[in-house]
């Protein structure tokens, strides 16, 4: 046997063997995570809030639960390796590579992954998973790594020092005896040790080994809190990361009703109305999906916030549009991230567990807004400033049925490589006026999406406009201001153009931003709450729309605007023509959202009711129902305004019946009628009116 050259240190022997040093190494970990989970607090402590002394207490016991998952998670394979019954863990080699084992794998899935939720919790409101593993699968990503470690160095210079911790706690230099003779009692004691050991590692990771324990998922969490933000705190990585690995190609979901019952309930499959409030005939669309386009960054849409303030709002020229377009002032976001926005927008279909785009079942058959408008004669285009290809959208656009995919390579073949903005792409400013060239040449009619890229981490603007905008009072209001600046620049090249007058711009936020102002937006559903709002260059198209709306109504409200007279799969809404369909917004955040006038309606992770949580909203708006048309639909007393339009009771039938309002278990019912609806057709692959 190779003899070690190891000089023993001053440990008592029990520590000494091989089960006592696993526990010492084991309790390190536990110190490790505390104190990741301590800088993640105070990191985030206004999204999360104050913890009070009376619930820290159930805070800490849920943490040792998901932190004992974690570790094993992590150490599983080091633990057993550590107690193999065999000679061979007694060599300096086999010695060496469990010491690099513990320090490598714990210095990345337990300090790093912790350290780095601790700055990407603001921007998501979520623990990182798996997902964002295949997410982050961009060209740039070493270099936004690298940005991110330079902006928070002392988190970086934190994860080098509790890898440090965790290299000398290891007590590499300690001799370990083991207890047990040599022969049978060695071999016997190191089996039975061994089982013990992986007993107890198989309940470390399932969260208890009784015969009603299931293995613990993210949701859990809410066991020890009702509160979504400290649940987010209870969590930890690697439990995050491993425990959601491979769940993108599973589908589970409970069947709450027959075959016959479901589609009473709720069904994706929408039959236009023979008469619509607008028609708008055969337009080009052009959709705007704006990053991190919160609603509060508008002082239009939230007023009161700037009301004793200096600066008003950050979206000026945005808000006049607003002011002659058909604006949501409740349109809530169906996700925090931007990949999620994508098929919510285009597609009205939304995500829950696991964003739709990463799921394997979003490749199957679908008929969304793109491929629908293509058929009608439409050329379609998607335009994003960065690389082709980067963060999955060209690749999701193309599934949708966009034609041609233009990004960055495009823009600077013509225009050269000086309008690159360092991280992202092209700067918004210069890529829409590329985007308005690029439409004047299209044939009409065209549906055209372009995802912004400035209004984001980073915070950078060009260095031209840097002194002339507003500095605001976050991070990310000089980057708003400068996009609606970029959006004012290409109204005034363009607006005369005869395309530009004969198209329908729709903008929406794809989520709201990680940097927060107003006190409600810190939490749900504030953190939901977007910018949205439909303009027409000639005007036909105006008023307001106070009811709760969601990003998933926008493709069927498209298709009712253009006068679609077609069958079509949707889970959202025509906002225009379908009064008698739910007005909520649906979400999932370690369990499933339902935002309605009501409040929200929650159902746990197994899509058992959790109650109704009261909510506060954004303000309606002074008229919630006018809708401008052409003249030629008007009514006699206002020319502009279409008759069923102008009077509530037309569109709505609880209006003048109230016991036609939907109740909270009506709502509740069809809200889950949803759910089964969507993963049955996750299931089957198929996304359209012949499943």
Known sequence: MERTTDRPTRVPRLIRTPPGMLVWRILLLYIVLF???????????????????????????????????????????????????????????????????YVAVNSLLVVAANLADTVYFRYTQKRFTADEIFF?????????????????????????????????????????????????????????????AAGLSIA???????????????????????????????????????RTAGSSSSVQFPRYFSDEELPQRFTPVHQPADSTAVDLGRRNIVVFILESMSAEHSAHLCPEIYANLPQKGFTPFLDSLMRQGLTFRRMYAN??????????????????????????QSLGESRQLPAMLADEGYSTAFFCGSERGSMGFGA????????????????????????????????????????????AAMPEPFFATLFTLSSHHPFVVPEQYAAMLPQGYTKIHPGVAYDDLAFRHFYERFQNEEWFRRTIFVFVADHVSSEKFADRTRSYPGNMHILAFIHTPDGVLRGEVGEITQQLDLMPTLLGLIGNRKPYFAFGRDVLNEPRRPRWSVSYDGEFRALTDRG????????????????????????????TAPADTADAENPSVPAAANDPAANDPAANDPAAAPTVDSLRRGFQALLQQYYQHIENKNYTVHD
């Open 335 to 360: 996700g925090t991230r931007s990949i999620q926005a994508m098929p919510s927008v285009l597609g009205s279909i939304p995500s829950f567990r696991t964003p739709f785009v990463l799921m394997p």
């Open 600 to 627: 929200a309606l929650l159902l746990n992770d197994a899509g058992v009711p959790a109650g109704v949580r009261p909510v506060e909203l954004a303000p309606a708006g002074a008229d919630t129902t006018a809708v």
């Open 136 to 196: 982050a699968d961009n060209d740039n990503s070493l270099q936004l790594v690298g940005k991110f470690m330079a902006e928070n160095w002392h988190l970086a210079l934190l994860w080098a020092a509790l890898t440090a911790l965790l290299a000398w706690g290891y007590r590499r230099r300690v001799h370990e005896e083991s207890l047990l003779r040599r022969g049978w009692p060695y071999y016997t004691g190191g089996v039975v040790l061994l089982a013990v």
């Open 204 to 242: 470390g990771m399932r969260g208890g080994m009784t015969r009603m324990t299931r293995p613990i998922t993210l949701s859990n969490a809410t066991l020890y809190t009702s509160e979504s933000p400290k649940a987010n705190l209870i969590l930890s990585n690697p439990f995050c990361i491993l």
């Open 35 to 101: 104190v990741c989970r301590t800088v993640f607090y105070l990191y985030n402590a206004a999204l999360i809030g104050p913890l009070t002394g009376g619930e820290i207490g159930q805070l800490l016991a849920g943490a040792l639960k998901f932190d004992t998952s974690s570790v094993v998670y992590a150490d599983g394979l080091f633990i057993l390796l550590s107690l193999l019954p065999l000679h061979v863990r007694e060599r300096r080699w086999y010695r060496g590579v469990m010491f690099g084992y």
């Open 396 to 439: 999701y656009a193309r599934s949708a049925g966009v034609e041609r995919l233009v990004s960055r390579e495009d823009y600077e073949e013509r225009h050269g490589t000086g309008d690159f903005d360092g991280y992202w792409g092209i700067w918004d400013e210069p890529f829409l006026q590329f985007m308005g060239e690029e439409l």
